[in-house]
């Protein structure tokens, strides 16, 4: 992953890559009984990035519908880094920084779907 931005890329799309990439290094640990948590973990991550970046990419209502899938997956993925967090199947302080990142991203995703509320 490079730290240089392009111009044209959303800063809640470069925060959900380093979330993501958190999320992702940690669910290739976890053991087999929570592997179906953590293959939903992987796709809600991996969900946040993808919409972002295809949201940006669209005009209008496709754009704003990219962008609430993001939000939703970014709260979704929180569900799943808490619920293994609690477990303790995964690193707790790497899900929380994950969680932290995510949270920001809804955030920053919260004003671009709702730029009248900003």
């Known amino acids: 992953m490079h730290d240089s931005q392009p111009k044209n890329d959303l800063i809640a799309h470069t925060v959900s890559l380093k979330a993501a990439s958190i999320t992702l290094a940690m669910m290739r640990r976890v053991p087999a009984p929570f ?3 953590a ?3 992987i796709r809600a991550a991996s969900s946040v990035a993808a919409n972002l970046s295809e949201g940006n990419g ?3 209502r496709d754009r704003f519908n990219h962008w609430r899938i993001a939000y ?3 709260k979704e993925v929180d569900t799943f ?3 293994l967090s ?3 199947v995964v690193d707790s ?3 929380k920084k994950a969680a932290d990142l995510f949270d920001e991203v809804r955030a920053m ?3 671009l779907i709702h730029p009248s509320d900003a």
């Open 81 to 83: 880094l808490r619920l």
């Open 72 to 74: 939703g997956s970014a």
């Open 35 to 37: 592997k179906s948590l």
């Open 109 to 111: 995703t919260w004003r």
């Open 39 to 41: 293959d939903q973990a």
């Open 86 to 88: 609690g477990a303790g």
């Open 58 to 60: 669209r005009f209008g």
């Open 93 to 95: 302080s790497q899900a």
